[in-house]
Every structure is written in structure tokens, then in C-alpha cells.
């Protein structure tokens, strides 16, 4: 089993940037896709983004193709956002989760870890 635990999150002007981290407290993601999911308070969480556990693969959301951008460094054992040209529709609690297979999903309900979260504001 994997713990993953997010950090990076705060608050950013509109037009700014912020890089999230998604380290394992426990085990390691070495053979796990892991994905982004977001909550914005009183919307359903959505997908984000998601990288295959070889980093060969990612999948992105409609919304933050060209400006997020998910990597991975097996070898720190964390997985990375880093998100450009934030947007106040940015906004949300952003959760890291690990996925027991090697293939990315775009669906919350693929992935088996997940992590605490980490607030991003953005202001406009």
C-alpha cells in the first residue's frame, strides 16, 4: 500500500504559477499510475490530470490542456502538477492518488490511495 501526501498548494494572482508535489509517506508509487483530481467547495471532484507509471502516458483535462503539465521522478518517488496561467476557475482542493495498475485513468473511481489535498486560491 501507498500513502500519498500532497504539498505546494497556496495562493497565487490570476496569470501565476504553482507546482504541486505528491510524495509517498508510505510504500512507493514506483509501479502505480497516479492521477489529479480537484473539489471546488459545493462542485464534484473532477479529474484533472494522470501519468502512467512509466511517465510514457498522460492524460489531461479539457480545461487545463496547455497550462498543467503532470511529471513524475520515480527515483524521488513524487509525482508533480505544475500548473501555468492559473485562472480563478483554478480554485479547488487538488488530490493526488495512486492507481494499483500501470495505465492512467480519468476516473476517480480507478485509483485505490488517496491523499489529504492541498488548497489552491486563485485570486483574480
Known amino acids: 500500500q501507498v500513502q500519498p501526501v500532497e504539498s505546494g498548494g497556496g495562493l497565487v494572482q490570476a496569470g501565476g504559477s504553482l507546482r504541486l508535489s505528491c510524495a509517498a509517506s508510505?510504500?512507493?508509487?514506483?509501479?502505480?499510475?497516479m492521477g489529479w483530481f480537484r473539489q471546488a467547495p459545493g462542485k464534484e471532484r473532477e479529474f484533472v490530470a494522470a501519468?502512467?507509471?512509466?511517465?510514457?502516458?498522460?492524460y489531461y483535462a479539457d480545461s487545463v490542456q496547455g497550462r498543467f503539465t503532470i511529471f513524475r521522478d520515480n527515483v524521488k518517488n513524487t509525482v508533480y502538477l505544475q500548473m501555468n496561467n492559473l485562472k480563478p476557475e483554478d480554485t479547488a482542493v487538488y488530490c493526488c492518488?495512486?492507481?494499483?495498475?500501470?495505465?492512467?485513468?480519468?476516473?476517480?473511481?480507478?485509483?485505490?490511495?488517496w491523499g489529504q489535498g492541498t488548497q489552491v486560491t486563485v485570486s483574480s
Open positions: 492518488a495512486a492507481r494499483d495498475l500501470q495505465r492512467p485513468s480519468y476516473k476517480a473511481y480507478d485509483y485505490h490511495y
Open positions: 508510505r510504500g512507493t508509487f514506483r509501479w502505480y499510475a
Open positions: 501519468i502512467s507509471w512509466s511517465g510514457g502516458d498522460t
